[in-house]
């Protein structure tokens, strides 16, 4: 009987080396900016997942289109096993799991919330003693398994509209909802004549002058995408956050990624832009592996993205949860980190002056940090 526990978590922690070796798999091949795009849009369009389980879920799909078990090389809507049956629609036969990460969580308790050594961790039925809160928090993974709607048939998903754009068009009111934004963070937004103007930018944040200006005389799509990419600077960059001392590549690459995902929330075509290389910037910041730089660059995306989004009032796509399936969403805040007050100046890809531009376009296709 003892060794059925030990047998279960053997298998279990095997399960998760297997996952990790997936997952870095599937990172290393995230080296181009043709790639990270496309694993960003994939993450905006599955933004109901972390992002370590969108790509993992992006590279198993990848593999069972290869063997010919799916018709389409990505994946539309994932699900548990009882959760597809709950629509109506069943894992066909000879079908495999896509395995991922699912959270493990405890219950905490605790009579002061405010000291961090103060809580315990609660058993199984127990409750919290008189006085005290309760919380519950993660303190692990474990396996677990979905299915692409692809490899399920029964009662049809109903599709919902998806916003439709014409070339150089931007998102029904997303210009106006990323200004709000900004200004809500302290900036003004200021459009500029041409290239010009900026330095050669399309777009730059003024830390000093607490002011974003973007290019007028581009098409509204590319005014959005520069608009969202300051944006991206605004939450993530500002002077005094510890996390814009990195490389000067990475900075570029998390502000680009931010109107990548913004805009395939919105159904916003982003093909004719790219990125600039993941892998010369990665690979240049100290001590660190460039699969991990770009792992950790994906999630602080994610994140910055995922709270950018839920607060915007226009229309976008689903989220990867099939409709008619609930899944717990953050609740919509109007409250965004705020960014810091200038100082210091002198950090990774700020310019002296306390600007941060983005390089002009060439040849209708922007690029960021090259």
Known sequence: MSEQPTQSRSNRDAKLDELHGRLTGAVEQLVSGEDWQQAMAFAAR????????????????????EKGLVDEP??????????????????????PGYMIYAPVTARFATSDPADPGAWRRLDRGEKPRAGEVARSRMVGAKPAYVWDAAQTAGDPIPEPPAP???????????????????????????????????GGANGITDYT?????????????????????????VLMHGPNQQEARGHRGVVEVEAESVPLMIGAAHGMDTSEYTIPYVSTWAAQVKDQEPAEVVKATGERVRQTALSVLAQLDSPQVTDGTPPGLERHQPQRSRAVRQSPEPKDMQRAGMEPDGVRREPVASGGVERSGL
């Open 46 to 65: 599955f933004r109901s997942r972390s992002f370590n389980n969108t790509l993992l879920i992006f590279a198993q799909h990848q593999d069972a289109y």
């Open 74 to 95: 990505s994946p539309s809507y994932v699900a548990g096993y009882r959760q597809w049956q709950q629509l109506g629609r069943q894992v066909q036969k000879g079908q």
């Open 209 to 233: 002058a607490r002011q974003i200006a973007v290019r007028s005389d581009m098409d509204p799509a590319a005014q959005v995408k520069t608009l969202a990419h300051e944006l991206g600077h």
């Open 164 to 198: 439709q754009l014409l070339k150089g068009q931007a998102p029904a009111g997303l210009h106006a909802e990323l200004s709000r934004l900004i200004r809500e963070q302290g900036f003004t937004v200021v459009g500029a004549g041409s290239a010009a103007e900026l």
